[in-house]
């Protein structure tokens, strides 16, 4: 699976964005996906994930309420509609594919590399 993000940028607190991830490979619908971030100087969090049908939705209680994950199957893609942004969820993005679970992320297998969110205050 490979795995392109797009989508980031530059918002003022309280702005929205929506990144997508482009997907390639027959196991796509199959995985589980999830996005994570990296701020600088910090490790890598998970932030959201998605089950296979879409029907399954996980988040970090930093970000719940305020953002969304989904998933299009037919076009190879998720989404991860941001609102309400906080100066402090400004980091790199990143879309990642579980190949061995369907359900709930677990291992993120392949990763995409990376889109910047900034959020200004």
């Known amino acids: 699976v490979q795995l392109v993000e797009s989508g980031g940028g530059l918002v003022q607190a309280g702005g929205s964005l929506r990144l997508s991830c482009a997907a390639s490979?027959?196991?796509?619908?199959?995985?589980?996906m999830g996005w994570f971030r990296q701020a600088p100087g910090k490790e890598r969090e998970f932030v959201a994930g998605?089950?296979?049908?879409?029907?399954?939705?996980y988040y970090r209680d930093s970000v719940k309420g305020r953002f969304t994950m989904s998933r299009d199957n037919a076009k190879n893609t998720v989404y991860l509609q941001m609102n309400s942004l906080k100066p402090e969820d400004t980091a790199v993005y990143y879309c990642?594919?579980?190949?061995?679970?369907?359900?709930?992320?677990?291992?993120?297998?392949?990763w995409g590399q990376g889109t910047q969110v900034t959020v200004t205050s």
């Open positions: 998605v089950s296979w049908s879409g029907d399954k939705t």
């Open positions: 990642a594919a579980d190949g061995r679970n369907s359900i709930v992320f677990v291992t993120p297998d392949y």
């Open positions: 490979g027959r196991t796509f619908s199959s995985s589980a």
